[in-house]
């Protein structure tokens, strides 16, 4: 009874689709139903979206990563879901990850960023999977049974990674005698004698300049910082 009065209630589908009495009629207007967008759900499963508050706010899920990392993840996921669709949990398939990585490649994206996203959506349902229970039928079960995309390989998708060249002793000379502003100039001199990365520079904050005893000028991402992963969190002079 639970089940056919969620598919009659929030299914778009005819009431005698739901239940599996077609003819071709029938059969037309779901198919009809597929191309607009809309799914045939008989489990009675939640969407992808339904569980993204839950995910987010899982402190163990996020315990090892930094902020930025989260940050990062979670735009990635919504971006998914944007591009597949909000479709039920059990009912993504490996040709979604496919999918995915052939849109990405098409927009021109680096494999990097295609593995980026399929693995998005694979540690949301490996999550999906391990927490998140049907309690609609005795005893509970999970509402995917499996990762569809575990061990999906994208690695032939995408532009293969970039070498960047050091420029030459000529070139940064070069590049300080052209008129700039300080901030520019700043930024510039911090990345050259430092190393630190371009987006760990430009997010510094000046409470973040100190000097040692020993009079050592040095940058610290130690604390409170903006980085990459937790390794990131070091000081630079």
Known sequence: VWKYWIEINENPYPVQVQQKQVND????????????????NTTGAPNLTEFLDEYTNDTHRWKRMTTKEKGEQLRRLENVIDLIGDIPVDQVQRHHGIEIAQT??????????????????????????????????????????????????????????????????????????????????LLLSILITTGMRLDEAALLEWKQYKVDRSGLRYFDLSAGAIVKTEFSKRTVA
């Not at 207007?29 to 799914?39: D, M, R, S, Y």
């Not at 039928?137 to 061990?151: A, R």
């Open 25 to 40: 009629d029938l059969a037309k207007e779901a198919l009809k139903q597929l191309k607009n967008g809309n799914v045939l």
């Open 104 to 185: 990405l490649e098409e927009d021109g994206k680096a494999n990097a960023t295609i593995k980026a996203w399929v693995g998005s959506l694979r540690m949301y349902l490996t999550w999906v999977q391990d927490r998140q229970l049907n309690t609609f039928v005795s005893p509970p079960k999970p509402w995917i049974s499996s990762n569809p995309l575990f061990g999906l390989s994208v690695a032939k998708y995408g532009k293969e990674k970039r070498s960047w060249k050091a420029f030459t002793p000529d070139q940064l000379h070069h590049l300080f005698s052209l008129e700039m502003p300080k901030e520019d100039r």
